[in-house]
């Protein structure tokens, strides 16, 4: 896609984004990278429009009390929650039950929705009202981005959502600046890595066979300096495999075939969300490997996979085993599980699941 200079006139970028919706159809994301914004500018340029002055999206700034919202999130009743990063599209269906916080983390432990939130990403919200092109049916939406304008996490009201209820939320927690228009600032650049050599790679190990809980992970790579890839480079092979990345189609539609319970965890900096329970329709389109089920979808990007790692970690449950997929920057795309709850050994069937994606990979390659 052909990229036109920036564009800091809100009427101009709500004006763009009316032709690119009805002339396209294309989505925000999309019309953010055309105009050569990010997608936090492209909606807080609707903030004073209105529906009935014929724009197509509306939008509404909410205070920063991001906790506090989330916080009133369940009187919605069930709606979709969306998670996303460059390369891996994460939306689950259900109710923002048990949401709690300390200081900048939170959680929501609802069943469905199960979320690891860290609000000190969060720096803009807003209430999205929108109108298709063609259409006359308005789409309600809560959308949150980060001081850079990309979006950390995004709710949309279902059918069966309590419309009512969306109201009073935004009412209550409306801010009182609702002029056009944010300021955005560029990215951190990513912490270097550190040279293997400089690491303590006896250490490192000795420290990942001794790990008793999932959770330790980071805080082992925090001890010893290690970026996520590059620890799995470092790692005992007993505990790290490489795959063969044209294997993650494989890996899905096996755990789909089987009725293996999975969890997939898709996140960015602001945001880790979590879908734990079987998944059934795999299909391809294009570049895209898709679950689409009634109440979970995932969309990945096949061609942004870099690499594709088996890991095994320790606990005192026993081997917990996961299929981690990284880009070409090192990011994390999408880490896949086995179903599983603390003091709960893994589901054999996932690991025959992994270990035979990992022999059909093997044969391949030779």
């Not at 998944?279 to 995932?298: C, E, Q, S, T, Y």
Request: proline share 3%.
């Amino acid at each position: 896609m052909t990229s036109m200079p920036p564009i800091c006139n809100t009427e101009l970028v709500a004006s763009e984004f009316a032709r690119l919706r009805r002339e396209k159809k294309a989505r925000h994301r999309d019309i953010a990278e055309e105009l050569a914004i990010s997608e936090g500018e492209l909606i807080a340029a609707h903030a004073g429009l209105s529906l009935a002055d014929g724009a197509l999206l509306v939008a509404e700034r909410l205070q920063a009390d991001w906790p506090a919202i989330v916080q009133a999130l369940e009187p919605l009743g069930e709606v979709m929650a969306l998670t996303r990063n460059a390369s891996c599209v994460h939306e689950k269906t259900g109710v923002y039950r048990k949401a709690s916080h300390n200081n900048h983390v939170g959680l929501v432990l609802g069943g469905d929705i199960d979320l690891r939130v860290f609000y000190r990403q969060w720096a803009h919200g807003f209430a999205v009202r929108e109108v298709n092109a063609g259409e006359h049916e308005v789409q309600r939406s809560l959308q949150f981005f980060d001081a850079a304008g990309h979006a950390v996490h995004k709710i949309f009201m279902k059918p069966q959502s309590d419309l009512a209820a969306y109201d009073a939320l935004v009412a209550h927690f409306a801010d009182a600046d609702q002029a056009a228009g944010i300021a955005v600032t560029a990215p951190a650049a990513p912490s270097a890595e550190l040279p293997d050599a400089q690491i303590d790679v006896a250490g490192f190990r000795a420290a990942w066979a001794d790990l008793r809980d999932t959770h330790e992970f980071f805080t082992l790579l925090k001890k010893y300096s290690v970026s996520r890839l590059q620890g799995l480079r470092l790692a005992e092979a007993r505990f790290v495999q490489q795959l063969d990345k044209s294997c993650v189609l494989d890996l899905l539609n096996s755990a789909a075939l089987e009725k293996v319970a999975i969890m997939a965890f898709v996140g960015n900096a602001g945001m880790i969300q979590i879908h734990s329970g079987p998944v059934h329709k795999i299909a391809v389109m294009g570049p895209w490997i898709n679950v689409l089920d009634a109440r979970f979808n995932l969309h990945l990007r096949e061609d942004h996979i870099a690499s594709a790692w088996v890991v095994k970690k320790p606990t005192v449950d026993g081997l917990v085993t996961s299929v981690e997929l990284f880009d070409a920057k090192g990011d994390t795309i999408v880490m896949f599980f086995g179903e599983r709850k603390p003091g709960v050994h893994e589901l054999c069937e996932w690991r025959n699941v992994v270990e035979r994606v990992l022999q059909e990979g093997e044969l391949c390659a030779a």
